[in-house]
């Protein structure tokens, strides 16, 4: 694993970004979406500045919750269905021997090996190779190699078929036999965790995702430290796009989102560096700024920062 760790560590991360925009037609439908969000989620430009800066990193980025990918080898991608065949992922990375070419390349060849033992079409394990690749270079051979390689969703979880998943993104909340007459009264489903059936919360038609979050009382401060007693469970220090805490990532629905206020929301997204698009409804978003239409699909990142500063100078 040292060689194949160190091919990928000469790819920078303009690389990267090609190999999976490359790819991206060639990941089933399920987890287009999830694996973009997740290499934003987890940028190499981010690592890298931080193996730059140390603790400096922390403060100059204003970095809060759990950012750094060693923590959380093996959970980190849970939001993508092609998780639950992480184990044979990571066997087929720790085990590989072939030819160390262009990085597309080197990635459908872990996810034809994995299929193997996994016994899905390639499609499904396109995704997961690509972040177990990713994975490994952030972390290290070590760290790779002694992560137990579990899979962390339940029973019940694991039962959902991905045709399942895709029709639960894509329905929206029956509003009874009357309801093209509740205009403005319509309240959709925002689901955080597809894994989770209790991790929903209501949102009424035209609200903006933070503000129908604060409905969720549970006590989400004590699993995650950025979030805001009684504010629900996505982290928000400000409902004005000013502070970054609350950006998300949609897995499904994204047309049901207001389109990105250029002014607010687009320039703000940019300077956080979660984004850069003229994409009028993102994969990534401001959960204070966008606002619900419909049933939407979302992860909550582990982190939140100024990460836009790694490509400012000074």
Not at 13 to 26: F, H, K
Not at 47 to 70: N, Y
Not at 137 to 154: E, N, T, Y
């Given at each position: ?308 500063k790694v490509r400012q100078p000074g």
């Amino acid at each position: 694993m040292d060689r194949l760790y160190a091919h990928l560590c000469a790819i920078d991360p303009e690389g990267w970004r090609r190999a999976v925009e490359t790819l991206a037609a060639e990941i089933h439908p399920i987890d287009q979406n999830a694996t973009h969000i997740w290499f934003s989620f987890y940028p190499l430009d981010l690592h890298l500045a931080i193996e730059a800066a140390g603790a400096e990193a922390v403060h100059k980025f204003g970095l809060m919750g759990r950012w750094r990918l060693a923590d959380h080898i093996d959970a980190s991608h849970r939001f993508l269905y092609g998780h639950r065949y992480w184990p044979q992922v990571k066997v087929a990375i720790q085990g590989f021997d072939g030819l160390l070419g262009p990085l597309p390349a080197l990635i459908a060849a872990v996810a034809d090996h994995a299929t193997r033992t996994a016994r899905v079409d390639r499609d499904q394990l396109i995704g997961p190779a690509a972040i177990g690749l990713m994975t490994l270079r952030q972390v290290g051979p070590g760290a790779f190699a002694a992560a137990p390689g579990a899979v962390h969703l339940s029973a019940e979880a694991r039962r959902q078929s991905l045709h399942q998943i895709l029709r639960h993104r894509a329905r929206d909340d029956s509003q009874g036999p009357l309801g093209f007459l509740r205009g403005l009264k319509k309240r959709w489903t925002v689901t955080f965790d597809e894994a989770d059936p209790a991790a929903s919360f209501s949102v009424i038609h035209g609200q903006e995702i933070a503000t129908a979050a604060q409905s969720d009382k549970r006590d989400y401060h004590a699993r995650d430290a950025r979030c805001t007693p009684g504010e629900g469970p996505i982290p928000v220090q400000c409902r004005a796009a000013s502070c970054g805490t609350c950006w998300v990532g949609v897995l499904g629905g994204a047309e049901k989102l207001s389109p990105v206020s250029e002014r607010d929301e687009g320039r703000r997204m940019r300077v956080f560096g979660y984004a850069d698009t003229s994409e009028a409804q993102p994969l990534l978003r401001l959960a204070c700024q966008a606002k619900a239409f419909g049933a939407v699909s979302i992860v909550i990142p582990p982190w939140n920062g100024m990460f836009g500063k790694v490509r400012q100078p000074g």
